[in-house]
């Protein structure tokens, strides 16, 4: 018997005696034994990681928000900023994996998966995404971009300071 075949035939041995356990009411489920097992363990604090200082000048003519996705179901905001005013904020960077985090207020690890700057109200469909460099060994360096409204394309056009 193939290895593939021997596995399958162990799988549905498996499943079939979970089920007739269940089903006879003497299964796991049925009796209260069953246990749950925790399958993410959450990184906290600050410890191993380096501040990536975050600002952003807004010169449109409206309010805009900057957001970070967390999960591809989920996302944050990092903050808000008024028409000619700044925001500033930090995230941060862990150089010996190249991962950059939000902190929520119990300094949980958020990973920043894409991070992006967007007229309030419709931050998504406005928005300008923001790079991100994730090099091992090398802490992200600190973002600094001027973000302008373009009114023809209904969208936010954001460019980091220093950069071409």
Sequence with gaps: M??????SAAVALLVTSVLVGWGSGTGPLATGT???????????????LSPVPFRVANQSDQAIVCAAATAHWYSIEIGRAQPNTELV???WSKPATG??????THEDHMPIQTLWCGLAGADVSTRTEIRLERKIGVKEP??????????????LACRRLGAE
Excluded: K, W, Y
Excluded at 2 to 7: K, Y
Excluded at 99 to 104: I, Y
Excluded at 142 to 154: E, F, G, M, R
């Design 99 to 104: 991962e950059v985090f939000a902190l929520n």
């Design 2 to 7: 193939s290895d593939f075949l021997a596995r």
């Design 89 to 91: 904020e930090t995230i």
């Design 142 to 155: 600190a973002i600094s971009l001027t973000c302008t409204s373009d009114p023809a394309a209904h969208r």
């Design 34 to 48: 069953a246990q749950a097992e925790e399958a993410m363990v959450v990184q906290r604090g600050t410890e191993g």
